[in-house]
Each structure stands twice: as C-alpha cells, then as structure tokens.
C-alpha cells in the first residue's frame, strides 16, 4: 500500500524567512503533484513533477523531485503572508489510471 | 482551460434522506472521474473512480451502496449519498482527467460541503 508522508504536519514562520516542506512516499512512482488549499477551499494545483530530478519554481516555491530517494520538497523562499494554506502532495500510483494518494497535508502560516 | 464544477457547493439534508452531487468537466472531456471525501484537517480520501458508461471502482472501505456514482457522460458524473447520516457530513471534491499521454493531470472542482443533521 503506498503511503505519503509529509512533515512537518504545522509550520509556522515569519515572512521574510525561508523553509522547506518534505513529502516522503513509499513505493516507485515518476509522477508527483503539488497542492494548495486555502480554508473552506478545493485544490489548486501548484506543480506537477514527471521525471527524477525535475525541479519547478513558480514566484516563492520550488518544488523537486528524487524519484530514487522517494522524496519530494517544497521550498519556500522569503515567505509572505498570502502563502498561508494547507499543501498537500500527491503520488500517482503507477498503473492504476493515475489515482492519486495525498499526503498528510502542511498548514503553513506565515506571520506577519 | 480545464474548468471543473460541482452543484450544489454546499448542502444540509437530514438524516434519511439522500444527496446528490454532480460533477461537470465545462471544457473538456473527461475520461475519468474521482470522487474525494475529506474530513475537517484531514488529507482527501479517494473513494471511487469513474469513467463513462462502466460502473465505478470503489477503493477498500467504501461502500458502494450508500455512495452511487453515476457517470453519464464525459462531462458529467454523479455521486449521490443515499440514506444520509451524521457521520456523512464531509467535503465531498471530484476531479475529471482528460487522458492525456504523457500524465493524467486531475483537475479538482470546488467542493461541496455536506452536513447532515
């Protein structure tokens, strides 16, 4: 059974400041997904990551991926407090239509 | 591109009684949906995948009968909570993938809030 795990589950930080969010899974899989959600919310993708040593970055976020080590982060660069959500990853489990299994979730809160 | 909505974005019902919920791809067509559940601060669950015209694929621990998903076409698919209880009450999110070659993108709807009384 595959398992996402994301640590740490609550993070909170100081704008200004720079931190990474981990997301460890548990079997092979070459595709990985990024996920905000902001309370009440649905899910707004972030990145999708499809090869090993893929690395994406859009604004403050970085995200990449070590398909050998099954890992996966999300660096935040000089936080701001519109950054503030709930981050999930996503594997896809290889041959299965692509159903994904979501990890623990981050609740990050950027303070001001 | 790939817009996906759900009706109604939120609903209360009483126990007994059954809800339901569509899921519509506006601009493209899906040839598969998902059905998610997620508890408050808790990650989403999959509970069924679907694609037109075949019956859905229940995961391990959900059971069928009280969640019917109905998946008509490659636009819309259907989850109706039949004989609603407490215990019900979640954040229901479907996503539709287009079948593309290289991934499988899902792209999620808004959500809808049940609560049951």
């Known amino acids: 059974e595959l398992k996402v795990e994301q640590n740490p589950l609550f993070l909170s930080m100081q704008e200004g400041k720079n931190y990474t969010i981990y997301c460890n899974y548990s079997t092979t899989s070459d595709r990985l997904y990024w996920y905000r959600q902001d309370p009440g919310k649905s899910l707004e993708s972030l990145f999708v990551l499809l090869s090993n040593g893929a690395v994406k970055q859009e604004g403050r976020l970085m995200a990449s991926l070590d398909t050998k080590a099954r890992l996966s982060t999300l660096h935040i660069t000089a936080a701001v407090h519109d950054l503030s959500a709930t981050y999930f990853c996503?594997?896809?489990?290889?041959?299965?239509?692509?159903?994904?299994?979501f990890g623990t979730g981050t609740r990050l809160q950027v303070t001001l | 591109g790939a817009v996906v909505s759900q009706h109604p974005s939120w609903v209360i019902c009483k126990s007994g009684t059954s809800v339901k919920i569509e899921c519509r791809s506006l601009?493209?067509?899906?040839?598969?949906m998902f059905w998610y559940r997620q508890f408050p601060k808790q990650s989403l669950m999959l509970m069924a995948t679907?694609?037109?015209?075949?019956?859905?694929?229940?995961e391990q621990g959900v059971e069928k009968d009280k969640f019917l998903i109905n998946h008509a076409s490659l636009t819309l698919s259907t989850l109706t909570v039949t004989s609603a209880h407490p215990e019900d009450s979640s954040f229901y999110i479907c996503?539709?993938?287009?079948?593309?070659?290289?991934?499988?993108?899902?792209?999620f709807g808004p959500g809808t809030r049940l609560t049951v009384l």
């Open positions: 996503a594997v896809d489990r290889t041959g299965t239509a692509s159903k994904l299994t």
């Open positions: 679907s694609n037109e015209g075949s019956k859905a694929t229940y």
């Open positions: 996503s539709a993938s287009r079948g593309r070659v290289e991934y499988n993108e899902q792209f």
């Open positions: 601009d493209f067509q899906a040839t598969t």
